[in-house]
Antibody, heavy 119, light 107 residues
Framework: EVRLLESGGGLGQPAGSLRLTCAAS????????MCWVRQAPGKGLEMVSG???????YYADSVKGRFTISRDNDKSTLSLQMNSLTAEDTAVYYC?????????????WGQGTTVTVSS | DIQMTQSPSSLSASVGDRVTITCRAS??????LNWYQQKPGRAPKLLIF???SLQSGVPSRFSGSGSGTDFTLTISSLQSEDFATYYC?????????FGPGTRVDIK
C-alpha cells in the first residue's frame, strides 16, 4: 500500500522558515516524480513544487527563490524548505506522488500538513 | 502560462443524474489533462489521467474526454458519494495549473 506521511507543518513567523518532510512507503520512491501541492483556506489547489525521478525541478512562480525541494531516494523522503514565509503561504500542504517518472497525474496523496504564517 | 477554467463553478444534482463538467485550457495541452475529486477535509483523489484514462479503482461511471483545449468529465449516474468538488489539472507545461474547481452538491 502506498503511504505518504507529511510532517513539519505548524506556525511560522512572517519572514521565517519551515521545513516540510514527506515519508514515503509502499512503492519504489526513486522511480516516480513527487510534488508538493497546497490549498489555502477555502481556496483551490496549487502545485508549488515538484521533482521528477531524473531530478528535473519545478517551482511555481509564487514560491520561486524562497522554497527549495529535495528528495532522498535512499530514505524515500521528500522535503520542502520554505524560507521568507508570508501570510499567503498559509495553507494545507500535501505531498503527492506522480503516476510516472515525470510530472503526470498525482495518484497518491498524503493527509496534508497545515502551515500557518502569522505573528 | 496555461490558464484553466471550469464550468459550471457549481451545480446541484440528484442521485442518478448524468453530470457533465467542462474544463478549458487557454492553449493546447494535447491530452495532458487530469481530473481529481476532493471531499471536504480530505486530500484530492485522482479520477482520470491523460484526458480519458480511468485511474485504477475508480468506478466506471466516471469518464473523461477531450483533447487540445476542451475537456469533459462525465459522471453517468451520480451516486451519493460523488458529492464533492472536482478539479482539472494540466501537466503539459509549467506551471502545472489546476482549474478553479466545480462543486457538485445535492439538489
Amino acid at each position: 500500500e502506498v503511504r505518504l506521511l507529511e510532517s513539519g507543518g505548524g506556525l511560522g513567523q512572517p519572514a521565517g522558515s519551515l521545513r516540510l518532510t514527506c515519508a514515503a512507503s509502499g512503492f519504489i520512491f526513486a522511480n516516480y516524480a513527487m510534488c508538493w501541492v497546497r490549498q489555502a483556506p477555502g481556496k483551490g489547489l496549487e502545485m508549488v513544487s515538484g521533482v521528477s525521478s531524473g531530478n528535473r525541478i519545478y517551482y511555481a512562480d509564487s514560491v520561486k527563490g524562497r522554497f527549495t525541494i529535495s528528495r532522498d531516494n535512499d530514505k524515500s523522503t521528500l522535503s520542502l524548505q520554505m524560507n521568507s514565509l508570508t501570510a499567503e503561504d498559509t495553507a494545507v500542504y500535501y505531498c503527492a506522488k506522480s503516476r510516472a517518472a515525470v510530472f503526470s497525474g498525482l495518484d497518491a496523496w498524503g493527509q496534508g500538513t497545515t502551515v500557518t504564517v502569522s505573528s | 502560462d496555461i490558464q484553466m477554467t471550469q464550468s459550471p463553478s457549481s451545480l446541484s444534482a440528484s442521485v442518478g443524474d448524468r453530470v457533465t463538467i467542462t474544463c478549458r485550457a487557454s492553449q493546447t495541452t494535447t491530452t495532458y489533462l487530469n481530473w481529481y475529486q476532493q471531499k471536504p477535509g480530505r486530500a484530492p483523489k485522482l479520477l482520470i489521467f491523460a484526458a480519458s484514462s480511468l485511474q485504477s479503482g475508480v468506478p466506471s461511471r466516471f469518464s473523461g474526454s477531450g483533447s487540445g483545449t476542451d475537456f469533459t468529465l462525465t459522471i453517468s449516474s451520480l451516486q451519493s458519494e460523488d458529492f464533492a468538488t472536482y478539479y482539472c489539472q494540466q501537466t503539459s507545461s509549467t506551471p502545472f495549473t489546476f482549474g478553479p474547481g466545480t462543486r457538485v452538491d445535492i439538489k
